[in-house]
């Protein structure tokens, strides 16, 4: 009898080890806490909280709101500056275009489709929008005209290669070839957003009739992929992309500040993008993107790569779930596995110098990267917007932070290295 009561001992101990190494983390939904809960330095954070105020006093930016949270816990969130030329002062629940970190978005929403059996990554993307069947790599351009000759690209551009920009699609005014700039111009390709009548159908079915930069799959290009992978989510889902977004990942993860155009009741929250003249602070005038946009004009233009405006506590939002392993308030919007996949290095050595890997549509630090320091562990994942906006998540410290700031022209702002490496320094446990 004896001897049966310490087998079963031994049993009912083999099993409870066994369940600890396999019991999921405990998924965090954010919440407001003390520092020192978190195992932050609160002193650290004054620290943060004084840099960031000498950024706007010494006029490297207008205003920034920032928030840090670990295990699920905001230890620091607060805004300074103002939100416009007229010096309306910055509030933390004031919302920015957050531009390119809409990426992510976009990828997230991809995979969510990926992982119902819709498409393999290596699926051509014309299978799906026959626009791409026979694309033409670019040969020749005429300066006078910008009119151009192709040769037939040898491979077709897969959903992969859009996810990681190696399709050879280019990025029009901000991209490193003046001819590729130009072509797109002519040709009407939209980059970020407008006020006008138009649908991201339109643009995308347009992008296919113009040239490539080199074969698919060649190299890394930073490009409009993502727009064509926010059409493609309307043809595989049959939603309009933003209906789509909205029921599969706003709506769960409650963020409510999130999305492509702004109701009149939220238009004084939207946070002006200024540029600095004489040493003061404008709104910068419209020049390619519509200033008006998101709060006026036709609402139908639903940029995957650029277009969405946000909250640093909505975003925070979105990356928390991805450190829950893709679950947030009792809604899984991802798989685990899918995650530790959409992480790994897509791209082999194409983009980055071995300190960093792209993923599907993140920047990744590799372990190599983190004898640079200040960045995070390896696998940190982080992305940025072109007004001025950053985010990095670390998911073995469980820590993320977002940075928002709206501004143009090189005015030596210095908060976004300094805020991520004051960040991790701040950890004290």
Known sequence: MRTQFKLLLLFIFFHLSVNSQVTPAIKQN???????SAGISAIRLSKIDAMLKEAVNS???????????KDGKIVYHSAHGTANGKGRPLKKDDIFRIASQTKAITSTAVMILWEEGKFKLDDPISKYIPEFAN??????????????TGRPAENQITIRHLLTHTSGLGYGLIDGDHRMRKIYQKNGVIELFTTEDIKIEQMVKNLAKLPLHQEPGEKFVYSVGLDVLGYFVEV???KSFDVFLKERIFDPLGMSDTGFYISENKGNRLVAIQEKKDGKWYDFPSTFYEPDYPLKGAKTFFSGGAGLTSTARDYATFLQMYLNGGTYNGNQILSRKTIEMMMKNQTGDKWGDGNKFHGLAFGVISPEGVTNGGEGSAGTFDW??????????????NILGVLLKQTQGNTGDQTAWKFRQMTFSAVAN
């Open 30 to 36: 954010l919440h407001e806490a003390q520092p020192e």
């Open 59 to 69: 006029g490297q930016v207008p205003g920034v709101v920032a928030l840090i949270a």
């Open 135 to 148: 694309m033409q790599v670019l040969e020749s351009f005429n300066e006078q005209d910008s009119s151009f």
């Open 236 to 238: 595989v889902s049959g």
């Open 384 to 397: 940025g917007g072109y007004f001025n906006t950053q985010y990095f998540a670390d998911p073995e410290e």
